[in-house]
C-alpha cells in the first residue's frame, strides 16, 4: 500500500519559514515524482513545487519561486519543502502527492495523496 505522510504544517508569522517533510512508503519503483499542492479554503488547489525521485529535475509555481525550495532525501524517501519569507496568503492545506509515471505540476496527473497538513501565517 502506498502512503505518503506529510508534516511539519504550523502556525508562523509573516516573514518565518517552516519545513514540511513528505514521507513515502509502498511504492515498488524508484522513479517517480513527488509534488506539494495546497488548497486554501474557497480556492482551487494549487500546485506548489514538485521533484523527481532521483533529484535531477524540479518545478515550481510561480507562487513558490525565489521563496520555497524542494529537496529529496532517497536513503530517507522524504522530501522537503522549505517555506521562507512566508505570507498571510501563503496559508493553505498542503498535500504531498506521487505521480507514478512522471513530475510536474498538474494535479490530476498525480496518483497517490497523503492527508494534508495546515499552514497558517498570521500578520
Known amino acids: 500500500e502506498v502512503q505518503l505522510q506529510a508534516s511539519g504544517g504550523g502556525l508562523v508569522q509573516a516573514g518565518g519559514s517552516l519545513r514540511l517533510s513528505c514521507a513515502v512508503s509502498g511504492f515498488s519503483s524508484d522513479v517517480y515524482g513527488i509534488g506539494w499542492f495546497r488548497q486554501a479554503p474557497g480556492k482551487e488547489r494549487e500546485g506548489v513545487a514538485c521533484?523527481?525521485?532521483?533529484?535531477?529535475?524540479?518545478y515550481y509555481g510561480d507562487s513558490a519561486k525565489g521563496r520555497f525550495a524542494i529537496t529529496s532525501d532517497s536513503a530517507k524517501n522524504t522530501v522537503y519543502l522549505q517555506m521562507n519569507s512566508l505570507k498571510p496568503e501563503d496559508t493553505a492545506v498542503y498535500y504531498c502527492?506521487?505521480?507514478?509515471?512522471?513530475?510536474?505540476?498538474?494535479?490530476?496527473?498525480?496518483?497517490?495523496w497523503g492527508q494534508g497538513t495546515q499552514v497558517t501565517v498570521s500578520s
Open positions: 521533484i523527481s525521485s532521483r533529484g535531477d529535475s524540479e
Open positions: 502527492a506521487l505521480d507514478a509515471t512522471g513530475v510536474g505540476l498538474v494535479d490530476f496527473e498525480y496518483d497517490y
